[in-house]
């Protein structure tokens, strides 16, 4: 579905204002694309079948986000010969002829839009128009006429020096995919016309910033041909079109991407558990749990529209095979949704295997990294490190008559210079005890009963549920949300200067009854979306501007 | 593998769990079986294999040495070769007609006095076998027949070897075990045992060698009905025992060939672990030599054969004349008393008529109970 399509006929949800008086916008960022972005911007423009790999190094968690690491990265040689490696396979995949044996399609016939007349020589007007296309979609913006122009030669070079029309056009497509332009997203500001002596991102920077945001792509030719129009810079407009993001599938990728990074899932990539200790801990399991959970939250957030809150207390969520073995639960093949019962203690987002098993050592449960998790990633508060020299002997060698959990924690609590910030984190991760290392239910550890009293900041909780209320009910689950989506959605780490708008969001988030879809549109209407400061770049040369951006930061 | 120590010798076993564990028996009355839900609990299997009693070099049981098969007979009754027609067509021919010709080479039986199995008839005979734990009066002459075959010996001969890892790989020989009115897996004096054909794969544990408790398994019972079978059982000291039935045990040969076998008065006795995780036992009755030996002869080609020193056509002879059961109207018995060993791991079972279970899981007992 095109960005513009029937957007006049659905009907625009009011956009709150949330942008006080005295908010100068946020700060314009040159971050390096995700692989996911990347991944989804070549299967938008060329398909869904093609491999792209991921040549990408992983991006620094900066303010509870890898994505506001992205504002902060840059791209080492060894990641270049990757990325290169990367964009000859894609740029082979696009122009490839196919082979009925190899059951490869011929994708040029479809993604190259003309024939040229002899394969083996040259045609500047169809490289050209392949060029103009393929380049706005992946630069994000038109690329100037004599850019376009300095391709096609090349283009006609490559094709003259192979005696191949589409190995030459291969050869640009390849560049085009490593270009820093592409890989490095530039906020280009202009001066903002409505509010003298400001400064705004210019039309193409906002569709990015709006796609990225929303969908984790880059724009589409319905949101670029918006951008050209203008229509973004048009309150009434672009709530259209933002309407109509939040009504697409794309959607889903969108939230998806964010809670992927809000809770930390890049961890699944490395987590390993003791097949000894947790046998039924398979890969299946470990990929299987990190769905469930982004299924939980789709279907609660976006399907259902629910109340963000009731994710910690909700007992509906998705099931497969693989892990209904640790759930210990009958299940049908695929996904099929889930209600747990209501004496389960599953209840809510803590009781899933994602949180419970990444919340622990490779065969025992932690209610330190459970508690660490619950206050860095859902309450945006920060845990201190621990000291460089800490024991760790008293837990890697408990005492025999340390049978739970809660008996070598303890530990911690006696020596003061633990005990500060096992305070903070233990508490509430205890109350998780009745879940091992691998999310898997227990009464009891070595013979003894186990003791799920705890507290949440100051709030006695016993047991999964009533922590989860606890939860629901903590005020910074709510705006630790807004922050750390706004923080996502602009591109970088929160500054000082944003805390106007995130105390403007919270208090209209609430308003809506705290529903994500709402949240999502008030961030993409407000003026402090678009509105930046301290610019680094102040002309709107799609040529220079992203390469001077990168330079600047 | 001290917890299968425990749990598999029934009333002593859930003593010593107790006391090793110190537990107080209320708290042992509360062990959590997530397996048993509404009183029902099903199994899958995961392991079978004949009944067949094995000393490590063969001696003892098989004092004449194994049997020779079809490279040995092919060289003996062609030493000088011949036609493809006069030579090998014979001899596969034999093998699907046996009767059609003589058969006069030595077949060696099993001559050992030990043998897995039960006693089927009640009595203790001359034929009979004592079971390793001194049970007397086994009745097991299919081993008795198919003992001194390197074929069948496990853990490599061939037969032995792929039908163990059929059991896992194969989606044919999905073989259900559902007890309904289950009060107790230590003591309940009547249950009820349905076998079923399931459909869906088995789940490895994560070093992928071991299946994993807690799978679930769908109801096959569109085109499998006739595996379906209801048997009267009873559970004591943790051991279920079903009351004789003909049934038809499925099973599937050589890359999932269905297949079954017939066997007649068949009972099921299973150890259960206190924890319903786990059951292993056997299954032991009478298997009719029609379809023991229409499995062999649809699906173990004499190039395998060849590897285990199995000749059919012997076979076929040794099968007859050791039947013991289920005679016809002429006197002449048609089936042999046998033993499969057999393991299970505790299976959710979906029935067809069920909507998804899952869904519905809020009118039934707690899996995960809620903390006391």
């Known amino acids: 579905m095109s960005c513009s399509e029937g957007a006049s006929e659905r009907k625009v949800a009011s956009a709150p204002a949330v942008t006080p008086a005295d908010y100068h916008g946020t700060v314009a960022h040159v971050r390096r694309i995700t692989p996911e972005q990347y991944q989804n911007t070549v299967h938008y423009i060329f398909g869904r079948d093609l491999e792209v790999g991921n040549p990408f190094a992983p991006l620094r968690r900066t303010d509870g986000l890898v994505a506001a690491g992205a504002a902060s990265a840059g791209v080492t040689t060894g990641e270049l010969q990757q990325l290169q490696r990367s964009a000859s396979s894609i740029a082979a995949q696009v122009v490839d002829k196919g082979n009925i044996e190899q059951k490869t399609p011929s994708r040029r016939d479809f993604l190259v839009p003309c024939k ?197 207390t909700t007992r509906s969520t998705f099931m497969s095979p693989a892990l209904a073995t640790v759930y210990q639960v009958p299940t049908k093949p695929g996904w099929v949704p889930y209600e747990f019962p209501k004496d389960s203690p599953r209840v809510g987002l803590l009781t899933q295997i994602s949180f419970l098993a990444l919340g622990a050592h490779p065969a025992r449960s932690s209610p330190t990294y459970r508690g660490k998790a619950l206050r860095e990633k859902m309450l945006c508060q920060k845990v201190p490190a621990p000291p460089a020299n800490v024991d760790f002997s008293a837990l890697e060698n408990p005492a025999a008559s340390h049978r739970t959990q809660r008996d070598r924690v303890d530990f911690h609590l006696q020596n003061p210079v633990c005990a500060g910030c096992h305070k903070i984190t233990d508490p509430m991760g205890l109350v998780l005890e009745n879940f091992d290392g691998a999310g898997r239910f227990r009464t009891t550890e070595k013979g003894a009963v186990i003791d799920v009293t705890g507290t949440l900041d100051g709030k006695n909780v016993d047991g999964p549920a009533q922590l989860g209320q606890a939860m629901h009910d903590h005020p910074a689950l709510t705006s630790c949300l807004v922050r750390r989506l706004y923080s996502y959605g602009t591109g970088g780490p929160l500054t000082r200067g944003d805390n106007p708008a995130i105390e403007a969001l919270n208090k209209a988030f609430g308003e809506t009854g705290y529903r994500v879809p709402d949240l999502l549109r008030m961030i993409a209407n407000s003026d402090a979306f678009y509105e930046v400061i301290a610019t680094p770049v102040e002309q709107k040369s799609a040529d220079a501007g992203a390469a001077q951006s990168a330079a600047a930061h | 593998m001290k917890s299968m120590k425990v749990w598999s010798t029934g009333a002593a076993g859930a003593a010593m769990l107790l006391a090793s564990s110190a537990m107080t028996p209320s708290a042992a009355e509360t062990l959590n079986i997530p397996g048993l839900q509404n009183g029902t609990i099903g199994f899958v299997l995961t392991s079978s294999a004949w009944g067949l009693y094995q000393t490590p070099d063969g001696k003892a049981e098989c004092p004449e040495g194994f049997n020779e098969g079809p490279r040995e007979q092919f060289k003996a009754l062609y030493p000088n070769g011949g036609t493809v027609e006069g030579t090998q067509l014979e001899r596969e021919s034999a093998a699907r007609y046996p009767m059609d010709k003589e058969d006069n080479f030595a077949y060696r039986e099993v001559k050992g006095a030990v043998g897995i199995g039960m006693n089927l008839d009640g009595k203790v005979g001359a034929n009979d076998f004592t079971s390793p734990d001194g049970v007397k009066g086994v009745d097991n002459q299919l081993y008795r027949a198919i003992g001194c075959t390197r074929l069948f010996r496990g853990p490599d001969g061939t037969y032995a070897h792929f039908t163990e890892m059929w059991v896992r790989e194969m989606g044919f020989n999905r073989v259900l075990v559902e007890l309904t009115g289950v009060d107790s897996l230590e003591n309940d004096p009547q249950v009820d045992v349905t076998l079923y054909r399931g459909k869906d794969k088995l789940i490895t544990d994560a070093s992928g060698a071991n299946i994993i408790a807690g799978g679930s398994n769908r109801v096959e019972d569109r085109f499998s009905k006739r595996f379906t079978k209801t048997l009267k059982g009873k559970i004591e000291n943790g051991v279920l025992v079903t009351a004789p039935a003909d049934l038809d045990w499925v099973w599937s040969v050589f890359y999932d060939h269905p297949g079954y076998y017939g066997i007649k008065q068949a009972r099921l006795q299973l150890n259960l672990a206190p924890a319903g995780d786990r059951a292993e036992g056997m299954i032991a009755g009478y298997t009719t030599i029609d379809t023991f030996y229409q499995q062999l002869v649809r699906a173990w080609s004499t190039h395998h054969s060849s590897y285990g020193g199995l000749s059919q056509p012997s076979l076929f002879r040794a099968l007859h004349r050791l039947a013991d059961g289920i005679p016809d109207e002429k006197g002449a018995m048609t089936a042999l008393s046998s033993s499969i060993q057999v393991k299970f791991v505790q299976s959710f079972i979906e029935h067809p008529d069920a909507k998804v279970a899952a869904v519905e899981s809020t009118t039934k007992t707690t899996v995960e109970p809620a903390r006391r």
């Open chain 1, 116 to 312: 040229p007349a002899d394969p083996a020589v040259a045609d500047d007007a169809c490289a050209a128009k392949f060029i103009s296309q393929t380049s706005r979609l992946l630069y994000r913006r038109p690329l100037p006429d004599a850019r376009v122009t300095e391709l096609v030669a090349t283009a006609h070079k490559g094709t003259t020096d192979l005696k191949d029309f589409y190995a030459g056009l291969g050869t640009v497509l390849e560049g085009m995919l490593i270009d820093p332009k592409v890989l490095l997203i530039a906020d280009v500001v202009e001066p903002d016309p409505a509010h003298p002596g400001k400064q705004r991102l210019d039309a193409y920077s906002l569709a990015s910033r709006l796609s990225f945001f929303l969908w984790n792509a880059a724009p589409d030719d319905a949101l670029l041909k918006a951008a050209e129009k203008g229509d973004l810079f048009d309150a009434k407009k672009r709530a259209k079109i933002v309407e109509m993001m939040i009504a697409s599938p794309r959607l889903e990728d969108g939230v998806r991407a964010f809670f992927d990074d809000m809770f930390g899932f890049e961890d699944f990539a490395n987590l390993a558990k003791d097949p000894t200790a947790y046998p039924m801990m398979t890969g299946a399991v470990i990929k299987d749990a990190r769905e469930q959970t982004l299924r939980t939250i789709v279907e609660h957030l976006l399907v259902e529209k629910k109340d963000y809150r009731d994710l910690y």
